[in-house]
């Protein structure tokens, strides 16, 4: 089992680089943001309650966030592993998430860090609004969630450096050359 949290800031690249090993390795993409704007999209209870906080750019309560991921985890078929995108966003998410898979005896294979300078994490955010209309890529929007990953998401760096799962990716630059750094990072580890 490879189980792969992708982490970094808005705008770093997650997604895209999620979509390019998925099927290299044969993984389940789990992407909070992309489940939240799915329910939104449904109009389902969930999806006013999160609307409100994305338009703000604020994380969903932890309590509530933790169980949309076990009743997605719950859901899953067989593959290989998982990439979770956009999960944990809190050290309280990152707890119940190593919890959650104890109970599935497995754990978390390593955690990639795509680092990207704020300047460039602003262009390409105000540019995917631009092309998506996503409704919190305005520039207010991604100012607060910029400060919002800065206070309460970053802290999971050293969270998954102490538990020894934690590589560095270079995220800025040739999208292949970055995806070559995280191939290389999962076959050290795998
Ligand atoms: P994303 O597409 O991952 O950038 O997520 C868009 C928005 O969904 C975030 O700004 C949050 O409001 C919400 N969200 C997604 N994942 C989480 C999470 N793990 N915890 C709390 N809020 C989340």
Redesign the pocket.
Known sequence: MLNIVIFGA??SG??TQSERIIEKYGLHHI???????AEIKSNTALGRT?KE??????????T??VE??ADVLDKLTESNGVIF??????IA?AEALKEMLDKRGQYITLMLDLDVPEEELMKRLIKRGQESG?A?DNEE?IRK?LD?YHTQTAPLKDWYKEEGKYAYIQGLGDLQRITDQIVSAIEERK
């Not at 995108?85 to 809190?90: A, E, L, N, Q, S």
């Open positions: 808005p705008g997650k997604g992407s909070t943001g992309d489940v939240l704007r999160a906080y994305i338009e703000r750019g604020q994380l969903i309560p932890d509530l966030m949309i991921l995108d956009g999960f944990p966003r809190t998410q996503r919190d929007t969630r919002v």
